[in-house]
């Protein structure tokens, strides 16, 4: 939207997750005052909502062009356009293709035959694929982001305990990652562009003094990748009058430690990192291009720089075995981390794994809705292994994690605060409250199971 706002168009954020809009709601705001062109966002598991909303717009009205960008149709373009009315698809980073594209409607063009980054469907329901777009190089090019069209912000609500202060912010300072990770989608390439950090405190300042934003989550997908940016973009921070606390994440290869001791000085106060297994065969399987020796390390630099951790960590792995399983709890214990999360594999289109996937064990490709991390309902499912058996060490992973001497006494002597506190009885009830829909959820696949 910011980009589009600096070429004078009139833009309209309907954020319908916020705010809680149903399909219908959308479709009756859109058809109360069409626009000339609506967006969508993809991601693979609203892709079923996506295909009911777009055909609720066409119903509505029909001579509405629909464009959608995101992970999902920039991978599964095609298919997309084949299965629902959308138009157009602009894919991976969508600034440039969307505004030539507006530019051609403007113009009454019907060939879009030159716009790179876009796929498209003729009048004749011919689909087309034009030719891949050079991402953006220098990201300092963009303006700021059009945070001014977004709903309040008081109105978004972050999750417990992973955020100290609000209205809160994410943040993206680079695009790209250069590892291989087979679980892993990368629309934005494997080639890293970086904002600068003087750009990075800038936005930091917009945020504080326009929208009063006190906290910041940074999306980046590594973002300690370069270690003297991190440096420099703390140094800036220290030297400003910002009054931010902030969220990072960090690759286990990293080479100073004293980067975050900076990351501490500097407002940051958690740090994620992705483990994904404790079986360094597994690992190499994933090609996290890691050692078990360097998560090790780069978890306890965090620690020692009195930083919060934050450690994912993926059940259900290409080779993983009731042992591996073993091997990855008792690693995500060892590594002291405040906040460990364990998610069950789920491939996701554009990554390797979403190809390979049938050689590791049984993969059920054709429910969307299911591709999500939080997923109760295993769509990977490894050799020698149940959906059953995964669902019921997830839920042990976390009871082991979570409830033991260690865990309970590292987190009353993080408590910075009576809020802390509250946090963390609330984070308490509700994790409680998971682990009895998590138990239904497995009596309910038993009974299918037993019923069949």
């Given at each position: ?18 705010t ?38 066409r ?86 982001p ?5 709903p ?36 934005s ?77 500097a407002?940051?106060?958690?740090v ?7 079986n360094?065969?597994?690992i ?7 050692t ?38 008792k ?13 069950l ?33 295993p ?32 987190h ?41």
């Amino acid at each position: 939207a910011g980009y589009l706002l600096q070429y004078g168009y009139d833009i309209k954020i309907l954020d319908a997750n916020a705010t809680y809009l149903t399909i219908e709601d959308i479709v009756k705001e859109l058809k109360k005052d069409p626009p000339d062109l609506v967006g969508l966002y993809t991601i693979s598991y609203n892709y079923p909502v996506i295909e009911v909303l777009s055909k609720g717009i066409r119903e509505a009205v029909p001579d509405l062009k629909i464009v959608a960008g995101g992970p999902h149709v920039t991978f599964m373009s095609e298919e997309t356009l084949r299965e629902t009315p959308i138009d157009f698809c602009c894919l991976g980073e969508a600034e440039e293709s969307l505004h030539e594209l507006i530019q051609h409607l403007e113009d009454g063009s019907k060939d879009f035959s030159g716009i790179e980054g876009l796929a498209y469907k003729t009048p004749e329901g011919e689909i087309i694929k034009n030719s891949e777009r050079v991402r953006i190089k220098d990201l300092d090019e963009l303006p700021f982001p059009a945070i001014h069209l977004l709903p309040p912000l008081e109105i978004y609500k972050p999750y417990l305990l992973h955020h100290k202060r609000t209205p809160l912010m994410t943040v993206a300072t680079s695009r790209g990652c250069p590892y291989k990770c087979v679980f892993c989608e990368t629309p934005s390439g494997k080639i890293v562009r970086a904002h600068s950090p003087e750009y990075v405190v800038d936005y930091m300042k917009f945020l504080n003094k326009q929208f009063g934003v006190r906290e910041v989550t940074f999306l980046d997908d590594t973002f300690t990748l370069n270690e003297k940016r991190v440096f420099k973009i703390c140094d800036l921070i220290n030297k400003s009058d910002l009054d931010i606390t902030w969220y990072g994440t960090a690759h286990a290869n990293v080479r100073d430690m004293d980067m975050f001791k900076a990351m501490k000085s500097a407002g940051c106060w958690i740090v994620a990192l992705g483990v994904e297994s404790g079986n360094q065969k597994v690992i190499d399987l994933m090609q996290k291009g890691t050692t078990k020796e360097n998560m090790r390390a780069t978890s306890q630099g965090i620690l020692d720089a009195n930083l919060k951790l934050k450690t994912f960590f993926v059940l259900g792995n290409p080779g993983d075995t009731v042992d591996t399983i073993e091997e990855t709890i008792k690693f995500a214990i060892d590594l002291k981390g405040h906040y460990p999360v364990f998610s069950l594999m789920t491939p996701f289109p554009g990554a390797p794994l979403w190809e390979s996937a049938d050689k590791y064990g049984s993969f059920d490709r054709s429910s969307f809705d299911r591709l999500t991390l939080a997923t109760e309902d295993p769509v990977f499912i490894p050799h020698g292994l149940t959906g059953t058996l995964l669902l019921e060490k997830q839920k042990e992973a976390f009871k082991r994690a979570y409830f033991n001497p260690a865990m309970a006494l590292r987190h009353l002597k993080g408590l910075d605060s009576v809020e802390d506190g509250i946090k963390l009885v609330k984070a308490f009830v509700a994790y409680m409250q998971v682990q009895f829909t998590h138990i239904n959820v497995q009596q309910k696949i038993n009974s299918k199971i037993e019923a069949s």
